[in-house]
């Protein structure tokens, strides 16, 4: 028993003509050729790249789903140790105001203390950022995993982030009224 065994092949054609105009030349000319051969998976140009890019654009979007989830819970985790913070210190804060701290003193105290902890976030997560580069660098499409604007980018964003979620303790901590903060202690 003979089995004909055959490589498969991709023709492109090029052609002026709409998909469903071409086709029927397209099969005329292969039959022309070799009764035998069949054709499969005929498709355009465009689909033919939509398919290509669809696992990598996949990727891309579930990296950007995922990482907008970790810039919402980072922000809600700096808000809550800031404001955890703040609510320890309330005494002390109570007694900077009654000796002279202006309210602007006491909002700059508590956004100094959440960029140091942010900094220190950003710091960590360069470096990790750095080291860890080359096992995500498969699903990066078209950007470098060294590449400084993006690093730039990132950073800032995560800083503005912070500097947002620092405002609302920072805002409650200036409203204080000494004599009650001391009070309460």
């Known amino acids: 028993m ?3 065994v055959t490589a498969l092949m991709d023709i492109v054609v090029r052609t002026n003509q709409a998909h469903s105009a071409a086709l029927p030349a397209i099969r005329q000319k292969i039959a022309e050729i070799d009764q035998q051969l069949g054709l499969a998976n005929i498709r355009t140009m465009d689909e033919w790249v939509s398919n290509s890019t669809a696992q990598p654009r ?8 995922f990482s907008s989830i970790a810039l919402v819970i980072a922000s809600i985790g700096i808000y809550g140790v800031l404001a955890y913070s703040v609510s320890q210190r309330t005494s002390e804060i109570g007694l900077r105001m009654a000796l002279g701290a202006s309210r602007g003193d ?6 100094t203390e959440g960029v140091r902890l942010a900094l220190t976030g950003l710091g960590v997560g360069l470096v990790t950022a750095v080291f860890a580069g080359k096992a995500i660098s498969s699903l990066i499409y078209g ?6 604007a993006t ?3 990132v950073a800032g964003l995560l800083l503005i982030v912070s500097l ?10 200036a409203r204080l009224v000494p004599i009650l903060a001391l009070r309460n202690e």
Do not use: Q
């Open 58 to 65: 996949m990727n891309t979007v579930l990296l950007f789903i």
């Open 143 to 148: 950007v470098s995993v060294r590449d400084p």
């Open 106 to 111: 006491i909002f700059r105290l508590v956004a």
């Open 164 to 173: 947002a979620a620092c405002i609302l303790p920072g805002l409650r901590t």
């Open 151 to 153: 690093y730039a980018l």
């Open 2 to 4: 003979a089995a004909r």
